[in-house]
């Protein structure tokens, strides 16, 4: 760390960290100092020459943001020469810009010319000579319009696309005084810019502005702006809405607050539309001869109520389930859990969390004591190793990978792991393209080599290792013949890619895993994440900084919702249903009789499909989830919300699942209540009421807490979302210290035990989550997985994310920035196969498995192997799960998303 030196400017005595930004420091201690070029985030330019300062014992003026602090540094900041250099070089700047202002957007540059009285062209010593350069305007962009004449050559939006999105997308074209911005060779719209705006957030003039909502916004007449959590991933970005007139016309990144600082992606910053969408629910929505008919909330709550009872008193607790949601706020689900297990009476609830990474939390669960991630988001800059493996991380995360393009930049390695490439791969060191379903076969490779040459940490294995070395001496004879030739023949990852990826993993300083749902979502789920972990311990690449495993999540609460108990098996803080000292306390907090909470676990999401196929369950609570999008074989799961007696569905839209349900309920979205989510890095965020909710639109835990009464319980009376975490807290040994006065301007990393304790960074330092605080080791081997090709199926299906939808798109899709960008199914299949099987780019084709069969356009693509194919499953047009098979891994019950047999014909 830098030591503290001693400097004065003007006169002004301040204490700084040696070799700080100048500039910096002077903005830190409140001595304004002019600048436009100049950004905390970026490096210094020195472009704009606002910034100019004396300095003692240096000849002429130096600009500030280009000066390190030294020991001793007198600057002055401000005198009459100063002020009259910097009055002149934005006099010359005002000469070639054009200075007319539309009010649509914050400007720097106009602030500092009002400050200098050049606003008044009596004034000006220069004659504007803009509209004698013609300057070009490129609103070619679904989000963005570039003005050339009032782009001031800064370099901000330049260095903002690369250092800190780390794209290199923008540069300029030409020279000199026509000198102007580009993005890729010309026009945006041509260009690989994916619409995160960063460039325009970081524009001091109005060169760069926002499209969405330009011709009705106004900056003076913003109402306000309120600071919440985007709802879209699972990176938490603090976001900053801007309220006009009731509804929601631009959104920011909040700078300086982790886990973004700022940063965004395009759904971060231009996917809001769809609150305000007038598809919107507002009212209560009865099925009366096979229609939707409005009704009061009275008449909706009381059919629920009866339906709901009649069931459980006909057919027992166990014929109820219901299913939460990883959309929904931490306050929301820990009532709707509460209101499964006390009013219901069963246990039978999940979420979408079992049909993404249920196999990943149930591998790190019994090797290493927790299913979260083990690290910081802002640690996949720094660690010096990042082995990324079935995780398309720049588009399903784009903010973390932000600092995984930062980290590159720096030195850092990079392997990945996929099947298919994805846009890490061009920043890799190395890409191991596996078959598919060929995951356990290239760890167990990888894991030969690293024992093989000697590369494991004895040390670690013998301190904190379950067993020890006799545990590690099992591992080794099971991948003894997991040879780099024998792993080849296995996965057709070359050998010497294997051994060049065991070297660089093992022998970094610190190496961390972000494993994704390309390994999660398959039948062998379990038994793939159990061998990422034995090659992280016998490593030792855990237990410290900078190093761990990480899955990050999918959507915006998909950590908090299992946090806070939606799980059959496990209660609040993952303590198991089956622990009957907790399931005591719990009653005792929730105030019911210990008797009333059953310690038999429930049904998965899956499972409860498969029952209610057998009518065995006969009502379902379903609140913000799309299982008729979401679950695998589709058709199988048609059947099943066929078959039940009652369905109710509490969502903002329509979706997929809506027509099968009985009661509609009208929900409130994120930005209409108060709230918390929990991000991949275990991080508590804020949820903040922006907006109001519309027609007869309620947030979700006051509808849950009506339907309850109505059934005859009282689950809590509750003013607010704040004394719904207050008690969730209690019920939550790993958020016990957690307050929502705590999170007010920073969010707080579980575990956080007490009331004084800072939250915890990286997990595992010390111990390991587990009864005697050792890791254990899980040897598994390889088994070729029965879903294969064959002649009527001569492909197999991967199926995955896209940039620009979340999930069912029952958000991005009601925004037009983003169905500019994207909004056709697809899918890829390989140069090679198209030739072979007589199909051509770009015409229609049917996709057809043993389960179902769509159309889509196909796409041709060396993105993928031969007979392998890729398609995005957010379409519901064209829904990739009608393809799929609800094969279950037998450890963690999720499906078999990632394989599936396929063939592809002509439309």
């Avoid at 003692?56 to 003026?61: C, E, Q, V």
């Avoid at 459980?312 to 166990?318: A, I, L, T, V």
């Avoid at 999930?807 to 390989?830: C, G, I, P, Q, W």
């Avoid at 394989?899 to 002509?906: G, P, Q, R, S």
Wanted: hydrophobic share 35%; aromatic share 8%.
């Amino acid at each position: 760390m830098s030591k503290i030196v001693n400097i004065t400017i003007d006169g002004k005595k301040i204490k700084a960290q040696e070799g700080a930004n100048l500039l910096k420091v002077a903005h830190e201690n409140g001595i304004q100092i002019p600048s436009l070029c100049y950004h905390r985030k970026l490096s210094p330019t020195g472009a704009c020459r606002l910034c100019v300062t004396k300095i003692k014992g240096t000849n002429g003026l130096l600009m500030s943001c280009t000066v390190s602090v030294k020991e001793g540094l007198e600057v002055i900041a401000f005198d009459e020469e100063l002020e009259e250099t910097r009055k002149h070089t934005l006099d010359y700047l005002l000469a070639e810009h054009n200075d007319s202002y539309d009010g649509t957007y914050t400007d720097e540059f106009r602030d500092w010319v009002i400050h200098y009285g050049l606003d008044n062209p009596k004034n000006r010593k220069y004659p504007n000579i803009s509209k004698d350069l013609n300057y070009k305007i490129d609103s070619s962009s679904p989000i963005l319009t570039y003005d050339a004449s009032k782009c001031i050559k800064c370099f901000r939006c330049i260095k903002a696309c690369d250092e800190v999105q780390g794209k290199n997308v923008l540069s300029f074209s030409e020279r000199g005084i026509t000198s102007y911005i580009i993005a890729g060779f010309d026009k945006w719209n041509e260009s690989e810019c994916d619409g995160c705006g960063e460039c325009v957030q970081l524009c001091p003039t109005g060169a760069l502005v926002e499209n969405p909502h330009r011709n009705e916004i106004s900056v003076n007449k913003i109402d306000k702006k309120v600071i919440t959590t985007c709802p879209y991933c699972g990176v938490g970005c603090q976001i900053e809405l801007n309220i006009q007139d009731g509804k929601i016309v631009r959104s920011n990144g909040v700078e300086g607050v982790l886990p973004n600082d700022g940063r965004l992606c395009v759904k971060g910053r231009f996917g809001y539309d769809y609150v305000q969408s007038p598809e919107r629910l507002t009212t209560p929505l009865i099925k009366k001869n096979g229609e939707f008919v409005e009704a009061s909330w009275d008449e909706a709550l009381d059919l629920i109520a009866s339906k709901f009872g009649a069931i459980k008193e006909k057919y027992g607790n166990d014929a109820l389930a219901g299913y939460a949601s990883a959309k929904c706020t931490n306050e929301d689900n820990y009532l709707f859990q509460k209101f499964i297990r006390v009013v219901f009476g069963t246990n039978n609830i999940d979420y979408c969390t079992r049909l993404c990474h249920a196999s990943t939390v149930t591998a790190m669960l019994k090797s290493i004591g927790d299913g979260a991630g083990t690290n910081s988001i802002e640690d996949f800059e720094t660690t010096d190793c990042l082995f990324v493996t079935g995780n398309n991380i720049i588009e399903t995360h784009p903010v973390t990978a932000t600092y995984v393009k930062n980290g590159k930049y720096n030195g850092q390695k990079i392997i990945v792991c996929d099947p298919k490439w994805t846009p890490l791969v061009k920043y890799a060191d190395i890409w191991l393209q596996p078959r598919l379903g060929a995951d356990v076969a290239l760890l167990n490779g990888i894991i030969h080599v690293i024992i093989k040459e000697d590369l494991i940490d004895l040390d670690f294995i013998k301190k904190r290792v379950d067993r020890g070395e006799e545990a590690f001496e099992e591992l080794k004879l099971l991948v003894e013949k997991y040879t780099p030739e024998k792993t080849e023949e296995l996965t057709s990852v070359p050998k010497e890619k294997i051994i060049a990826a065991a070297r660089m993993y093992a022998t970094a300083e610190t190496s961390m895993i972000a494993t994704g749902m390309g390994m999660s979502q398959q039948v062998t789920g379990t038994n793939n994440v159990f061998s990422l972990i034995n090659m992280m311990l016998i490593t030792g690449q855990i237990g410290k900084e900078r190093a761990g495993i990480d899955p990050p999540r999918g959507q915006n609460n998909v950590q908090g919702a299992t946090d806070v108990g939606c799980s059959p098996i496990v209660y609040p803080g993952y303590i198991p249903i089956i622990d009957e000292e907790n399931r005591k306390r719990i009653a005792k907090l929730w105030n019911v009789n210990f008797d009333n909470l059953s310690g038999k676990p429930g049904l998965t999401t899956v499972e409860i499909m498969h029952a209610a196929y057998d009518e065995k369950i006969k009502g379902l609570y379903i609140m913000g989830e799309n299982p008729m999008v979401t679950d695998p074989d589709l058709n199988h799961t048609e059947k099943a919300l066929k078959k039940m007696d009652f369905v109710v569905v509490q969502d903002i839209f329509h979706t997929e699942t809506t027509p099968y349900a009985d009661v509609i309920l009208p929900a409130a979205s994120f930005a209409e209540k108060e709230g918390t989510f929990v991000n991949s890095d275990r991080r508590v965020l804020r949820v903040r009421k922006a907006v109001e909710s519309p027609g007869e639109a309620r947030e979700d835990w006051k509808i849950i807490i009506d339907i309850a009464e109505r059934m005859g319980y009282d689950i809590g009376n509750y003013k607010s979302g704040s004394e719904v975490f207050d008690e969730l807290a209690k019920a939550t040994p790993i958020l016990s210290g957690i307050s929502f006065d705590r999170i007010e301007h920073q969010g707080i990393q579980w575990p956080c035990p007490t009331k004084d304790h800072p939250g915890t960074s990286t997990l595992f330092l010390d111990k390991f989550n587990t009864p005697n605080g050792k890791a254990k080791l899980n040897p598994v081997e390889f088994v070729a997985q029965k879903e294969r090709t064959s002649k009527d199926y001569p492909f197999l299906l991967n199926s995955g994310r896209i940039l620009y939808h979340y999930h069912t798109t029952t958000m991005s899709r009601k925004n037009k920035s983003l169905t500019d960008f994207a909004n056709e199914s697809y899918v890829l299949m390989n140069p090679g196969d198209v030739l072979k099987f007589g199909l051509t780019d770009g015409e229609r084709v049917k996709v057809s498995s043993k389960q179902g069969e769509l159309e889509t356009t196909l796409q041709s693509s060396d993105q993928v192997a031969e007979s392998e194919l890729f398609m995005p499953w957010h379409y519901s047009e064209s829904p990739v799960n009608r393809l799929t098979r609800s094969d279950l891994d037998p450890f963690s019950k999720i499906a078999a998303f990632k394989l599936t047999a396929c063939k592809v014909e002509k439309v």
